[in-house]
């Protein structure tokens, strides 16, 4: 499936605000999040995230219909907080693309355009996450993927492209 990563900037920061809230919502049946009084789900301010100079993202599109987005940030549980260090903090599909590859491709993807150490941490108690995260670093990955408990039932993967 063909697509294209369009970095988060100031005009399209809204997007992101809009998929977030479907995104919560996939991942609240895990984490047992509820909506505030205005029906809006309030993981983080994605506005203070975007601030963050080490804090960048893509929204990605199939032809001219948005798909999703990819959020790396630089917030480690396993590797220091050092200049050559990222996390892929966040990523989504919109239902209508899921089980067509694009999920996986646009992290490949996005691990190709930023040569580092990276540090990613499936959603907790999401068998789904857990599963897809397994597909991504299965035997065709081109670098060696490490799995860590960094708390009780909950684990990250580590690997380098540097």
Do not use: C
Not at 4 to 10: E, T, V
Not at 43 to 63: M, P, R
Not at 113 to 123: D, G, M, S, T
Not at 138 to 153: C, G, L, R, T
């Amino acid at each position: 499936m063909e697509f294209n990563l369009i970095k988060i900037n100031n005009n399209n920061l809204y997007v992101l605000k809009n998929l977030f809230q479907l995104y919560i919502h996939d991942i609240s049946k895990e984490l047992s999040w509820n909506v505030n009084n205005d029906g809006f789900f309030e993981a983080y301010s994605l506005d203070d995230w975007y601030k963050d100079k080490n804090n960048f993202g893509y929204i990605i599109y199939v032809e001219n219909n948005i798909a999703g987005f990819v959020m790396i940030d630089k917030e480690f549980k396993i590797l220091e907080n050092k200049t050559e260090n990222l996390n892929l903090s966040e990523i989504f599909v919109l239902n209508n693309f899921k089980g067509k590859g694009l999920a996986k491709n646009a992290a490949l993807k996005v691990f190709d355009l930023h040569k580092a150490n990276w540090e990613i941490r499936p959603v907790p108690m999401s068998n789904s996450a857990h599963l897809f995260w397994e597909k991504v670093f299965s035997k065709d990955f081109p670098y060696i993927a490490k799995k860590h408990e960094w708390k009780a039932n909950r684990f990250a993967y580590t690997f380098s492209n540097l």
